[in-house]
């Protein structure tokens, strides 16, 4: 079993003169992309239905396209979204906007509500 070492660092991509790494890591992995340190990405998966309901279904088929020639290699893995009821659904998308709450309007009224919610793990 290969122990991957993890460090607390962080990059800050705020330009914010006062800020600890001035929008530059420390972190060699980050900052060489000659070496051979491995980066794990998760994140959701292009076609996915609780993306699409989040209104972030863009977004997520812009960042995998735009990452896709530096992935070894990926899966996708299924997981879900599970509410209750509809209220539950619209509380948690209440913040997403008026696309969201438009796509789930047709759920209104349906209880024991499942999502599918697939994943992408990218190895870098």
Not at 34 to 40: H, K, Q
Not at 88 to 109: D, F
């Amino acid at each position: 079993m290969h122990r991957l070492g993890v460090r607390n660092e962080y990059r800050d991509y705020s330009n914010n003169p006062g800020s600890r790494n001035n929008g530059h890591s420390s972190n060699p992995a980050l900052s060489d992309s000659s070496n051979n340190a491995a980066v794990v990405v998760i994140g959701h998966a292009p076609g996915s239905r609780w993306s699409w309901y989040a209104a972030e279904d863009k977004g997520v088929e812009a960042a995998w396209e735009a990452g896709e020639r530096q992935i070894r290699r990926r899966r996708d893995v299924e997981a879900f979204q599970h509410f209750q009821d509809y209220a539950g659904l619209e509380a948690r998308l209440a913040n997403q906007g008026s696309t969201s709450l438009e796509r789930i309007s047709p759920l209104r009224g349906q209880t024991a509500i499942t999502i599918p919610m697939p994943y992408r793990l990218a190895l870098l």
